[in-house]
Every structure is written in C-alpha cells, then in structure tokens.
C-alpha cells in the first residue's frame, strides 16, 4: 500500500510541475516560485521554501483552497511524522478534508518538511524555522490568491508522531494563533508551554505501552502538564490498535467541528486576534478510567484527573472512539449535483456529475440506476477514495472522473440516477435526469 502510496503521489506531483503549474511572476518582494492545479472542488497551490536560517533543507506546501469562497475563516495544518517526507501533499487532495474545509470555509495545508542529516529533528521543532516557513507560506499564498488576511487565520493544528511533536512545539511557540490541537501519538515531549497554551483545546491519541512503545508516554505527559494547569485537554487511549494503525479522521473532525464552533471569530476571515474563548459551560468532562460522561457542572471527581471536552455530541463521540477505535457515521452523505446525460455518436451515452465528500466519513464509491434498477458503479470495484490509517493520508490521489458511460441509446434511456455511497456504506439521495 505505501509503496503504491508513493508511487501515486510521485506521479501526480510531477504532473503538477510539469503539465499543470503556472509560475509566478517575479515582483519586488521575491515571491517565491509557485504551481497551481484545478481539482474539482477548488485550487491546489504548491509552494517550496527555503532559507539559510532554517535547521532544515527545505519546506514544501501543498495547499487547498476551496472555490468560490467570498472569505476564509482559518488553515488546516496536517504535519507528517519522522520518515514520512513526501507524503504530506495528500492532504490537499483529499476529498473528505477538501470537504471539510468547503464547510468551514479553510485553507487546508499538507507540509513536506525535508532534511538531508537528521531527518524530522531538524524540522520537529517549530523553532527549527518550520514555523516561520509555513507563515511565509501563507503569506504567499494569501496575495497570490487574493486571500491577503490568510497569514493571519487561525490555525487548526494536527500531527502524527514526530509531527505530533511539531504541533505540540507550535502550541508552545504560537499559542495565540492556534484554533486547536490534535495529537495522533506525538513523539516527544516539548516540555513548558506559556499560560496562553492552556487556552488551546487539545485532544491526545495513544495506543498505550504495547501497541505505541515509542510515543505513548508523550501523549500522557502533555496532558499531564497541561490539563493540571487548567487546560482544556482530552486523551483518547484506543488499545488493540498502534503507532501507526488508527482511524484519528473519525474523532479528529468532530473535535475540530465542536470547536469552530465555539472559538472561530464572529467575523469571517477576521484574524487570529478575534478568536473567541471556549464555551465553559457546554463542557463535558470524561473519566478515562470507566468512560463515563458528566458535564462539567456535575463532575464530582478532581476535574484535572478527568479528560475534558468541548461539548455533550464530542463527549459520546470520544467514548465510542476509546472503546471502539473509530466513530461509527450515522447519517448519509450528501447527494450529488449536476447530474447531465449526453449521447454520443456510437449510440452511447455518458454519465457526469458532481458530489461533495461527506464530511465525516468521505465518498467509497457512487451507485448508477437506470429507471429505478441499479445498473452501474463507480469505481466498478473497490472505493473511490480511500485513506491509510498509518499518517492518515488519502489514497488514489487522483481519482476518476465523475463519469460513467450506458450502452443504451438516448431515447431508451428513461429516467437516470446517482446516489453517494460513504466509508460507512450509507448511501445518499438520488439525483434523477430523464431523456
């Protein structure tokens, strides 16, 4: 699967440089060299950075941004971990994170942080010149695009292992401009963080001693550290899984959702400065011992010792996931759009449409009907997009064409229909054409 993984994403990226990128023109400021690529739902902009300054060779940033977007609230950061270079572009191609920010209106940022000596502990630490590079990055982007208020945004903060550390670096460093943290078993323990840390709500995954030998005690220690000062703080410990081995998406995006909710600024696209604090009296509070669920209010026990959460729907969500290792989606995807029915001169006829990802649980495949019998697939076999649980990146990058194609003439047609299938194997409402 990785090396299928790599493979893929080899090819998309030299694609991208070499059939689809646009350089941009040079200007006083130096802006750096940049691609760009159309994708259904959006543009993808690539990005390397480079600087004497920084402990490590290079930075490059494939970023996201969905269409039509009249303003942006805030940025997806999706750090990779040690060994991991490269991979880090899935996130901008992935449909059910492409979805997710279409929602919330975000630019979602997958980094490819490379060092030649040292691998990721020339880059773990935002104080490497990591941090200072994805600022530059975003600066960038913000007046290639016309987003010019995107360095500004706050900054939803996720990592795997040593990218775990990454994150947990950035909360000691830039703790006001972070939106939230999770941590997918961090390595290492970044030690103090200043009191605007303990503002920041944070969500720990683990896999315990035998299942996450090499990071589980850092998940442990900065809950510790900063939930006994207050912070709002959450660990998740899901046994019979491991370091690299867990589906973090499936408690990661409802945790985000609860809270954007709470802390995005009441003005769109107004800053970092404009976050708003967490709801207090919407937590829950969980212990981490027996699973169960009190709201803050009505906790009995040393509130510091218990896992907090940001509302009554994550609390139920955090339980499911630490005894089950995944949340179950319950509710269908969106249906799709667009759907349009053209004949073709051999007498067939081609199918296209357009669908957004469910945000929860992403797109498996897309069910064809022809006068209420299913009649197609797409893909035939398999799923449409799928993610790998070790770093949690999307596979295929580039996915099929919204297309199928019916022997049947035009005039035999009768009444066409598509529906979305998600992870979960719910399917969406039909989108019906007749000719």
Excluded at 348 to 374: C, M, P, Q
């Amino acid at each position: 699967m990785y090396r299928r993984f790599m493979n893929n994403i080899g090819g998309l990226i030299l694609v991208a440089w070499l059939l689809l990128s646009l350089a941009a023109p040079a200007q006083k400021n130096a802006r750096p060299a940049y691609q760009v690529q159309q994708v259904p739902n959006g543009k993808i902009y690539i990005i390397t950075q480079t600087d004497p300054t920084y402990t490590f060779d290079s930075a490059r940033y494939t970023i996201f941004i969905p269409d039509s977007m009249p303003s942006l609230n805030g940025v997806f950061v999706h750090q990779h971990g040690c060994t991991m270079e490269g991979t880090g572009a899935a996130t901008a191609y992935d449909l059910q994170y492409q979805a997710f920010a279409k929602k919330w209106h975000l630019a979602v940022v997958g980094p490819d942080l490379y060092a030649a000596k040292g691998n990721c502990h020339n880059w773990r630490n935002g104080e490497s010149g990591s941090g200072k590079a994805l600022i530059k990055t975003l600066e960038a982007v913000g007046e290639i695009t016309g987003y010019r208020r995107l360095a500004v945004l706050p900054w939803l903060l996720w990592g795997h292992s040593g990218g775990g550390y990454w994150a947990l670096s950035m909360l000691r460093t830039y703790p006001e401009r972070i939106l939230a943290v999770f941590g997918y078993s961090p390595a290492f323990d970044p030690g103090a963080y200043p009191p605007e840390a303990f503002k920041v709500p944070v969500m720990m995954r683990h896999a315990g001693p035998e299942g996450d030998a090499c990071c589980w005690q850092t998940s442990i220690k900065a809950f510790d550290r900063l939930r006994s000062g207050g912070g709002y703080v959450s660990i998740a410990y899901t046994p019979y899984q491991h370091h690299n081995y867990s589906y973090v998406r499936y408690m990661a995006i409802p945790f985000y959702e609860a809270i954007l909710q709470q802390r995005l600024p009441e003005k769109p696209g107004a800053g970092y400065t404009a976050m708003r604090p967490v709801d207090k009296a919407k937590a829950w509070l969980a212990d981490t011992l027996r699973y169960n669920l009190f709201p803050s209010t009505t906790f009995t026990g040393n509130p510091l010792n218990a896992a907090w959460l940001p509302d009554s729907i994550t609390a139920v969500k955090w339980r499911e996931y630490v005894i089950t290792g995944t949340v179950t989606d319950r509710t269908p995807p969106p249906a799709p759009y667009g759907l349009q029915i053209t004949g073709q001169p051999d007498g067939r006829v081609v199918l296209t449409w357009k669908a957004d990802a469910d945000v929860e649980s992403g797109i498996s495949h897309f069910n064809i009907y022809r006068n209420h019998v299913l009649v197609g697939r797409l893909p035939s076999t398999g799923t449409y997009q799928q993610f790998d649980t070790n770093g949690d990146n999307a596979y295929p990058l580039a996915v099929p064409k919204m297309e199928q194609v019916l022997a049947a003439p035009v005039s035999e047609m009768g009444t066409i229909a598509v529906s979305t299938v998600n992870l979960f194997g719910l399917e969406s409402a039909r989108i019906s054409a007749s000719r």
